[in-house]
């Protein structure tokens, strides 16, 4: 019996939690099951973005674990997964994942899934970017990581902030070939509206 896939989803203490919110409930909607770690940075984020408790987030996962357990199940690389997104990705959570400095559950179990040759998204939040956050996002990248600034498609035409973030998880999760339903794919520019513009 085939199982059902399985996404680990890292919470971070950068702006945008209610990426991670969402990724959760949209993995519950989808059968996906999910496994979740957030930091306590993010647990604060969480407080100043929205009405929301960690134990809200954390019933939306399959599994919660805290980000001090290293002996959680996520952290071994015998333990089954498809794959982890860390919606959103901190600069300081970029940095332990590029360094192996594993000193977290949630950058040990991205360490983990890169040794296990597994996918990893990390939705690097911040800007502007200094040369660090750079060698950091080349250092993971060449570890096998792929680096997903959560930036708005325009062309899609969103029509609330909630439509652009499901736009933008949705592009995720086809990276995990998961169809969510909520892309609005590009198919050409027939049909499109075009304007150019002249430098006169």
């Given at each position: 019996m085939e199982r059902r896939k399985r996404i680990v989803v890292g919470i971070s203490g950068a702006s945008g939690v209610i990426y991670g919110v969402r990724l959760l409930e949209m993995l519950r909607e989808l059968n996906v099951e999910s496994h979740l770690v957030m930091?306590?940075?993010?647990?604060?984020?969480?407080a100043y973005e929205?009405?929301?408790?960690?134990?809200?987030?954390q019933a939306l996962a399959h599994e919660h674990y805290p980000n001090a357990d290293i002996g959680a199940a996520i952290s071994s690389g015998s333990f089954r997964v498809d794959?982890?997104?860390?919606?959103?990705?901190s600069m300081k959570t970029l940095a332990e994942i590029a360094t192996g400095n594993t000193g977290s559950l949630l950058s040990r179990a991205a360490d983990v899934m890169l040794k296990e040759r597994k996918r990893v998204v990390l939705m690097a939040r911040e800007t502007p970017l200094h040369l660090g956050h750079l060698?950091?996002?080349?250092?993971?990248t060449e570890a096998g990581a792929i680096i997903y600034p959560p930036v708005p498609a325009f062309y899609a035409r969103p029509d609330s902030l909630e439509s652009?973030?499901?736009?933008?998880?949705?592009?995720?999760l086809?990276?995990?070939?998961?169809?969510?339903?909520?892309?609005?794919?590009?198919?050409?520019?027939?049909?499109?509206?075009?304007?150019?513009v002249m430098n006169g």
């Open positions: 930091s306590r940075s993010a647990q604060m984020t969480l929205t009405d929301l408790r960690a134990a809200d987030v794959g982890m997104i860390v919606a959103p990705c060698r950091n996002m080349t250092s993971v652009m973030i499901d736009h933008t998880l949705g592009r995720v086809d990276l995990f070939d998961i169809d969510t339903g909520t892309v609005k794919r590009w198919t050409g520019a027939s049909g499109h509206r075009l304007v150019s």
